[in-house]
């Protein structure tokens, strides 16, 4: 059963961190790209930020560059998204996102997790 369990959301004041975390289960990691997305209220869903099967390639939304960081271990099958410097306009439910590497058809999302900043 395939399974992305995000964590490590939640309330924060402008100018702070989070880190946010992705636990993953039932199928080859290593295998898929990864990504975080985001979805504010009455706005479409967002790609933050994309890291490649191996780690090797990171990619990043223009709004968040510079401030956010994507990483992973295979070895653990988690990927994470260290954000910085957070700004009330990154208010959003954040989502983790499983793309197979040779066909993105197959692909999984977590259930998300809040993150608010204000103060």
């Known amino acids: 059963q395939v399974q992305l369990v995000e964590s490590g959301g939640g309330l924060v004041q402008p100018g702070g961190s989070l880190r946010l975390s992705c636990a993953a289960s039932?199928?080859?990691?290593?295998?898929?790209?990864m990504r975080w997305y985001r979805q504010a209220p009455g706005k479409e869903r967002e790609l933050v930020a994309h890291?490649?099967?191996?780690?090797?390639?990171?990619n990043y939304a223009d709004s968040v560059k510079g401030r956010f960081t994507i990483s992973r271990d295979n070895r653990k099958s988690t990927v994470s998204l260290q954000m910085n410097s957070l700004k009330p306009e990154d208010t959003a439910v954040y989502y983790c996102?499983?793309?197979?590497?040779?066909?993105?058809?197959?692909?999984?999302w977590g259930q998300g997790t809040q993150v608010t900043v204000s103060s």
């Open positions: 996102n499983a793309v197979f590497f040779i066909d993105s058809k197959y692909n999984y």
């Open positions: 039932g199928f080859i990691f290593s295998a898929y790209h």
């Open positions: 890291i490649s099967n191996t780690g090797g390639s990171t």
